[in-house]
């Protein structure tokens, strides 16, 4: 592993609509392995050529919305509009992986009619869940979520309407997630931008709180002062 392998241009959106029970958000369960279900999973994936064509520039943003339409809808068989993506936050792979991407996070809310059809190669089912239930879900094992798809849905349980959440978070001011990985005795603790110790990498630093604890196999979000 080495801290010279580079970041591969990636782009993701958190889809939501206005369910029966308050705001949902679609998660999308990836073909699992050896009889085992896979992770669930926004739509999303790397950039190709093809996204940089369509964008028809090299704005990286602008090149990761492209990249964006195009997974939902081959993931999803859903139809999403480049510039009515909001912009919530980017997410950079630490320096310690071989394998890194430095994705744009996206929300986008589509009318709750709307039909989704998975590829069933790369995506065998998927789930519309209010954010409370998927947080839920995650502590119980019914759901496997990678870290950024955890606290994104955790962002998403403040909302009961696409709207709302599309404005609050649409005009946040954008966090570029590096996360630090710190092993502890009994756990794992993650730091993010706005944690008191996220610049010293001091876990115990005293001060605001931004980061994500691992036990026993679940996620623990914290957020206080940021």
Not at 61 to 85: F, K, M, N, W
Not at 102 to 108: G, V
């Amino acid at each position: 592993m080495s801290d010279r392998v580079e970041p591969l241009p990636s782009a993701t959106v958190a889809v939501v609509r206005d369910g029966r029970q308050g705001l949902e958000v679609l998660l999308l369960e990836r073909v699992g392995k050896k009889g085992k279900p896979g992770p669930s999973v926004f739509p999303g994936g790397k950039v190709e050529d093809i996204d940089r064509v369509a964008a028809a520039e090299n704005d990286l943003e602008r090149v990761a919305r492209q990249a964006a339409v195009r997974e939902t809808h081959e993931e999803s068989g859903l139809s999403l509009d480049a510039s009515g993506l909001v912009r919530i936050s980017r997410w950079i792979t630490p320096a310690i992986r071989s394998k890194r991407f430095d994705t744009w996070f996206y929300l986008a809310a589509v009318s709750a009619e709307s039909e989704v059809q998975v590829d069933g190669s790369e995506i065998g089912s998927h789930r519309w869940l209010t954010p409370a239930a998927a947080v839920e879900a995650q502590h119980s094992g019914d759901l496997s979520l990678a870290p950024p798809t955890f606290v994104t849905v955790s962002w998403l349980t403040e909302f009961e309407k696409s709207d709302d959440a599309l404005h609050k978070l649409g005009s946040a001011e954008l966090i570029t997630f590096r996360p630090q990985i710190h092993r502890l005795e009994d756990c794992v603790c993650i730091l993010y931008p706005g944690d008191a110790g996220y610049e010293a990498g001091d876990v115990e630093r005293a001060g605001q709180r931004h980061r994500l604890w691992a036990r026993g196999g679940t996620w623990e979000y914290e957020r206080k002062g940021v």
